[in-house]
């Protein structure tokens, strides 16, 4: 085999796309507790930091790769490009794993040592998370924590600190592991990181019971309507139309009167401020159904560019809007087009970049009972963002409600993996989260993240779903406190790095000193 074929570095290419396992479809959620050792291994078997570093690179190039691959069809080999580049914030989490883990032949790792890889480590894949997580660098998909959505009592670590305390305690368990490999016999290392690992293991089901569920204020009654796989844009708004209209028929659903109707993105082929015959249409659907339908439509405004629009729809009109605001890299906007633009030339990337809105905001519906129903509307991709869901929380809304389009992603992981989020969501808000979807995930889960209901990406019809819902003035720890555990992270790893220039700082003076006294002592020694 060529000798750049043997490298390490494909070991470590390949060990970065082991974790993404435990994402939807496949759904392996116990391999993040552990599946990031084989990459520790090959990185601290490095022999300088550099390589350490580089070695970090390519485990998450392969990490990105691995998370992206169902965007190929849409973006070409950019996803190859986001990778190699992106991947650069892996460097120092490799870096840090390398000094603090790194063992020389007969060499010991000290219980020192240890803890500081205990804290460090997992604070370096905490600030590349945070940084990665920047819309323009293609957002939070894919944050490890978010690979536990089926389990509640890990998931409540995110009502104290968001899906980032979830991620780190799944990085320090790896780190724990890899620790009791490295050490390889009973001291007091291996009994630090066995205690860790128990630690982090059972953290989350002591929030669990120690932050008990907000008091039900009310229930409400939530329909998710799903056409299903239509490229019809005209026959898939008849289509939800029709699922639509049988709640007032009474019998073919079972007599349910829901309080809130959710149609999916781009569920309407025109613009409700435009298409005024069409608007009747959707009010007397209404007035019918005894509910208020939020739809979905693409708008272009006069002297405006292209924009995504929830449209709130009662009875009696329009009553209210929101702007889709984060945007997909790629599939609604190129990031740093200038440079990349050529990429709508051998792929599906955007040709044009749509416009955002300018941020979060709640729409107020009203039940059957005529009582007030805040509701926070987000559209498609922002499930990945924890500080949406969490402005609409701090605003008063009693329910997360998503409308997504993932037909373009149809029979890849990409759908599963977005209506996993909002368990996540869920679980950080103490509010439910319900996503609809025009071809499937549709799925909707209680305010601790558990799932009530859901229909795939094959199925078409409606969901039903009755909802206890908070009083909107509760906030989970999350809520009050924000992003303070990045922000914890950044700090630990900017005072490890400061340390450690200034402990090089003083062996290279003590080193210096050294020099200098041999060099008197030979000069005063001298042989003539």
């Known amino acids: 085999m060529p000798r750049w074929l043997r490298s390490p570095r494909w070991l470590a290419l390949l060990a970065g796309a082991l974790p993404v396992l435990s994402f939807p479809a496949l759904n392996l959620e116990w391999l993040a507790w552990f599946g990031l050792v084989p990459g520790l291994l090959v990185i ?19 990490f990105l790769i ?70 323009a660098l293609g957002g939070p998909w894919e944050v490890l924590g978010a690979s536990q959505w089926q389990h509640p009592a890990i998931l409540a670590l995110g009502a104290v600190g968001g899906v980032w305390l979830i991620s780190w305690a799944l990085v320090a368990s790896n780190i724990a592991i890899t620790m009791v490999l490295l050490t390889r016999r009973v001291c007091v290392t291996a009994g630090i990181g066995v205690a860790v690992l128990v630690a982090v293991i059972g953290a989350g089901p002591l929030a669990f019971a120690l932050t008990p569920p907000f008091a039900t204020v009310r229930q409400a009654t939530v329909a998710l309507v799903q056409p299903g796989i239509i490229n019809n844009p005209v026959a898939r708004a008849n289509a939800s139309e029709s699922l639509t209209a049988k709640f007032s028929q009474g019998g073919s659903l079972g007599g349910v ?16 401020f435009l298409d005024k015959p069409l608007l009747r249409q959707i009010e ?14 693409d708008a272009t405004p006069p002297g405006q560019g292209h924009e995504k629009w929830a449209v709130l729809v009662s009875a009696n009109g329009i009553k209210g809007t929101y702007i889709k605001t984060r945007l997909v890299p790629f599939g609604e906007y190129i990031p740093f087009r200038q440079q990349l633009g ?33 509701i926070g509307v987000l559209i498609c991709f922002e499930v990945a963002f924890p500080d949406m869901a969490r402005v609409d929380a701090e605003k008063g809304a009693q329910l997360i409600v998503y409308q997504t389009e993932t037909s373009t992603f149809q029979g890849t992981w ?102 200098d006294r041999t060099a008197q002592y030979a000069e005063g020694h001298a042989v003539p």
């Open 284 to 297: 007397a659907l209404s007035a019918k159904d005894g509910a208020e339908i939020l739809v979905n439509q």
């Open 257 to 272: 009167r829901p309080d809130l109707i959710v149609w999916g993105e781009s569920s309407l082929p025109d613009s409700l």
């Open 414 to 515: 990409g759908p599963d993996q977005a209506a996993s989020l909002g368990a996540v969501r869920a679980a950080e808000t103490g509010r439910p989260v319900v996503q609809t979807a025009l071809t499937g995930v549709s799925v909707a889960f209680d305010a601790r993240g558990r799932e009530l209901v859901r229909m795939g990406q094959s199925d078409h019809g409606v969901l039903t779903v009755r909802l206890d819902l908070p009083a909107g003035a509760d906030r989970t720890l999350y809520d009050q406190w924000g992003d303070y555990v990045p922000w914890t992270s950044i700090a630990i790893v900017v005072l490890w790095a400061l340390t450690g220039l200034v402990r090089s700082g003083a062996i290279r003076r003590r080193a210096g000193a050294g020099g």
């Open 44 to 62: 601290v078997r490095a022999g300088t930091v550099r390589e350490g570093g580089v070695r970090g690179w390519w485990f998450g190039t392969g």
């Open 66 to 135: 691995a998370a992206l691959y169902w965007m190929a069809p849409e973006i070409g080999p950019a996803v190859i490009l986001i990778g190699a580049v992106c991947g650069v914030l892996w460097v120092p989490y490799g870096i840090a794993a390398w000094k603090l883990l790194r063992l020389e032949p007969g060499q010991t790792l000290s219980w020192r040592r240890a803890l500081a890889a205990l804290v460090v480590v997992p604070s370096c894949w905490l600030l590349l998370e945070w940084i990665r997580s920047w819309q």
């Open 342 to 374: 050529w990429l709508t030339k051998i792929s599906k990337a955007a040709s044009s970049n749509m416009v955002p809105g300018t941020g979060a905001h709640l729409l107020n519906a009203t039940d059957r009972a005529g009582q007030p129903l805040p």
